[in-house]
């Protein structure tokens, strides 16, 4: 394992996009510093003197730097209430108290915790891309590949919504996690990925599969009904 500290968020993404695919941004740790050896092998680019840990608000917008917590966010007065609850899907408080809401979304997880709610929420990102700053959906974001690196977080103030999670205990990976907001609609599903659109009925576009989290038809089940069931 090496470990750069770059001084600028330039130099990190210039570090990144000038490595192989073993490099990878260093947030909270919780994923690259995972006990098992996770960050055998690689080049973690120390991205925690680079700011972007902080939540503003400005012009009714709500800026969620890349860095925050998802402690930090269940903590803010400037959060909607179920993106805390999206936060609160991770049971573990120490694991919270150091995973970013950046790494979160960059794992690009089937179960993750935040991506649903943000997606529901229509949130956008700002990152800083090879060629330059770039503002871009968080489920554009999560559909593709880059190796940006997140910045921001931005979604409106007072959004409402509500997100919701199936998973054997609260400390497996989820089953499913589906989320509303507005009429927008998403949902990850365990070896399914994420699906987000306007109407509920997103299960009709997807393909289930057994594994430990639940069968392919307990999924489709619960894809099918989530949306009528709400909170
Ligand atoms: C036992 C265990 C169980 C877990 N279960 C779940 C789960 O059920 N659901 C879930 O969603 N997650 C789970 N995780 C993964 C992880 O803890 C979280 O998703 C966490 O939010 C990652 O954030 P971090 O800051 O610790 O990221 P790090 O570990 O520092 O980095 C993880 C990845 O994110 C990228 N990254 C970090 N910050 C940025 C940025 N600003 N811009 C671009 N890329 C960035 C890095 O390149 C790296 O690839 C689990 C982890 C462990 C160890």
């Known amino acids: 394992m090496m470990i750069h500290r770059p001084q600028t968020a330039g130099e990190a993404v210039q570090l990144r996009y000038g490595m192989a695919d073993t490099a990878v941004y260093l947030a909270g740790g919780t994923d690259n510093l995972r006990l098992g050896g996770a ?38 007065d400037l ?28 794992l690009r997880r089937d179960d993750s915790y935040l991506a649903a709610a943000f997606c529901a929420a229509d949130a956008k990102l700002l990152a800083l891309s090879a060629k330059g ?18 910045r921001f977080v931005v979604i409106d103030k007072d959004r409402s919504g509500w997100v919701k999670r199936f998973g054997n205990t609260s400390a ?10 507005n009429g927008i609609y998403a949902m990850t599903v365990k070896g399914s990925g994420l699906v987000c659109g306007n109407t509920p009925d997103l299960y009709e576009t997807m393909e289930f599969c057994d594994d430990l989290a639940g069968s392919a038809e307990y999924k489709r089940y619960l894809a099918k009904t989530v949306f009528s069931l709400r909170r």
Not at 65 to 76: D, H, P, Y
């Open 39 to 76: 960050a055998e092998g690689k080049e973690l680019i120390d991205i925690n003197a680079l700011g972007f840990d902080t939540i503003e608000e400005t012009d009714g917008k709500i800026y969620i730097g890349a860095r925050v917590t998802l402690q930090q966010l269940i903590e803010s």
């Open 79 to 106: 959060i909607p209430a179920f993106i805390k609850e999206a936060a609160k899907f991770c049971a573990s408080f120490a694991k919270r108290n150091s995973a970013t809401v950046g790494g979160n979304l960059a």
């Open 133 to 150: 700053e770039k503002e871009e959906a968080v489920y554009d974001y999560l559909k593709g590949q880059c190796k940006c690196l997140l």
């Open 172 to 181: 497996s990976h989820a089953t499913l996690i589906a989320a509303e907001s």
